[in-house]
């Protein structure tokens, strides 16, 4: 059976930083687009990273431009997210997905595969 298994959350500081791992099980990540989204408590899910296969490109949200970096290991196996310069506005539960959709959408219901989920706590 498909699927994703996420690790690497935590509490930090801010100024910190965390790398959350998404490892898949069944498939490699071959052609496919790995989505990053949060939600946090009251707020709607948003996408936060996205990273294609296709084309090696990766894309943020403004809001993490220049702290978040997306990457893939050379398996295609397991897709990382390392966040650095944290800021308590980034508490949220964060998801990986992936879906062979062609290329990075921050609609989170056109990937196929979703992760279980990993608490991301930053302290002011």
């Known amino acids: 059976e498909a699927q994703l298994v996420e690790s690497g959350g935590g509490l930090v500081q801010a100024g910190g930083s965390l790398r959350l791992s998404c490892a898949a099980s069944g498939f490699v990540f071959e052609n496919y687009a790995i989505g990053w989204f949060r939600q946090a408590p009251g707020k709607e899910r948003e996408g936060v990273a996205c990273?294609?296969?296709?084309?090696?490109?990766?894309y943020y949200t403004d809001s993490v431009k220049g702290r978040f970096t997306a990457s893939m290991n050379d398996a295609k196996t397991t897709v990382y997210l390392q966040m650095n310069s944290l800021k308590p506005e980034d508490t949220a539960v964060y998801y990986c997905t992936a879906g062979r959709i062609g290329g990075c959408t921050w609609a989170w219901s056109e990937y196929d595969y979703w992760g279980q989920g990993t608490q991301v706590n930053v302290s002011s």
């Open positions: 990273q294609w296969d296709g084309n090696g490109m990766s």
